[in-house]
């Protein structure tokens, strides 16, 4: 399954540009809650989908984090394979941006994936911060 997951997370995405954008996708995940694993990159995938009540949290902290640390009037750093249906979503982290599509040579690992596809371990060769990995503990520990 692992390979079904990387084929998809290298597949086609669509940027959210505005926030606008991010509100509405979030409203379609919140539509229909079952079935969503939540992910961190660099830590072992839990192998259950999220409840719905750890969703909702998860979508609250993270739109949360990314308004007051993306200091843009944009978003652009979430992507969804399909905004009207999604069922893959990357989010890059506002402090580890470098360039999510790889045209630096280097490619920036999104920090959290919901996925409806059991996930697999995203390694990251930049180490996970203290500050990341405390606040990922407090939501699912």
């Not at 926030?19 to 992910?39: M, T």
């Not at 839990?46 to 007051?68: H, K």
């Not at 009207?84 to 040579?105: A, F, M, V």
């Amino acid at each position: 399954m692992s390979q079904e997951f990387f084929n998809r997370m290298d597949g086609s995405f669509h940027g959210m540009l505005r926030w606008e954008q991010l509100d509405s996708l979030w409203v379609r995940v919140r539509a229909n809650p079952q079935g969503w694993y939540v992910s961190l990159t660099g830590v072992e995938p839990a192998r259950q989908p999220v409840t719905d009540a750890e969703l909702d949290i998860f979508i609250r902290e993270v739109d949360s984090l990314l308004r007051r640390e993306h200091e843009y009037s944009y978003c652009g750093i979430v992507f969804a394979d399909d905004p009207e249906h999604p069922s893959l979503i990357k989010i890059h982290d506002p402090n580890n941006l470098g360039s999510s599509c790889g045209s630096s040579g280097v490619k920036i690992p999104p920090r959290w994936v919901l996925s409806r596809i059991p996930p697999a371990l995203i390694v990251d060769e930049a180490p996970l911060p203290n500050s990341r990995r405390s606040w990922w503990q407090k939501m699912f520990s």
